[in-house]
């Protein structure tokens, strides 16, 4: 599979990158560390190991874990009880 084009958002700072599966590429200046999250394409993922590409201080590989928000959603409106026979 190929690298594509994304953006990645790291406290509030845009990014251009890549990724490919879980796997996304970053400039070095974003400062990513193990541990830390950011968002991609609006979804959010959690770096599981930051390496800086042939050592060079320019880009960052970053394998990654996607923070997945099960929690169920509340209702907006309360349950409305039926109407009592006259």
């Known amino acids: 599979m190929a690298w594509i084009n994304a953006d990645i958002e790291i406290d509030g700072v845009k ?3 890549h990724r490919q599966n879980m796997f996304f590429s970053a400039p070095c200046a974003s400062g990513l560390e193990v541990g830390d999250s950011f968002k991609a394409d609006g979804v959010s993922y959690v770096a599981e190991e930051v390496s800086d590409l042939h050592g060079r ?7 990654t874990k ?21």
């Open 15 to 17: 990014y251009s990158g």
């Open 57 to 63: 201080g320019e880009t960052l590989t970053i394998k």
């Open 66 to 86: 996607e923070v997945k928000n099960d929690k169920p959603k509340t209702r907006r409106m309360p349950s409305v009880p039926s109407r009592e026979k006259l």
